[in-house]
């Protein structure tokens, strides 16, 4: 129905930076917001940052000033830029869309889907 194409998770010094890539694809009608989630070993899924499709955007506390959420509404992308990146970062990165989607030829549903992960890995 609908797939999410993460890219751009790698192995990163601390202080050094990444750039988050997603593509959604499939049965969109429309998208309300794209977001970032992270996962740690033996930790609940957190938001890092989340971004509607009017540009308003929410980061988590831990992320301020560091990372930047953009979207390409034309393209169903959505970024996330990671500046500073510190050990503490290290985590599978999940991209999440939100938004209306096609259930038939006419019918629609609200619902959110979920990438597949991209590893994240800030050690020295």
């Known amino acids: 129905q609908v797939q999410l194409v993460e890219s751009g998770g790698d192995l990163v010094q601390p202080g050094g930076s990444l750039r988050l890539s997603c593509a959604a694809s499939?049965?969109?009608?429309?998208?309300?917001?794209m977001g970032w989630y992270r996962q740690a070993p033996g930790k609940q899924r957190e938001l890092v940052a989340r971004?509607?499709?009017?540009?308003?955007?929410n980061y988590a506390d831990f992320v301020k000033g560091r990372f930047t959420i953009a979207r390409d509404n034309a393209k169903n992308m959505v970024y996330l830029q990671m500046n500073s990146l510190k050990p503490e970062d290290t985590a599978v990165y999940y991209c999440?869309?939100?938004?209306?989607?096609?259930?038939?030829?006419?019918?629609?549903?609200?619902?959110?889907?979920w990438g597949q992960g991209t590893q994240v890995t800030v050690s020295s």
């Open positions: 999440n869309v939100e938004g209306t989607f096609y259930r038939g030829t006419q019918s629609r549903m609200t619902g959110n889907y």
């Open positions: 499939g049965s969109i009608f429309s998208i309300n917001s």
């Open positions: 971004i509607t499709s009017g540009g308003t955007t």
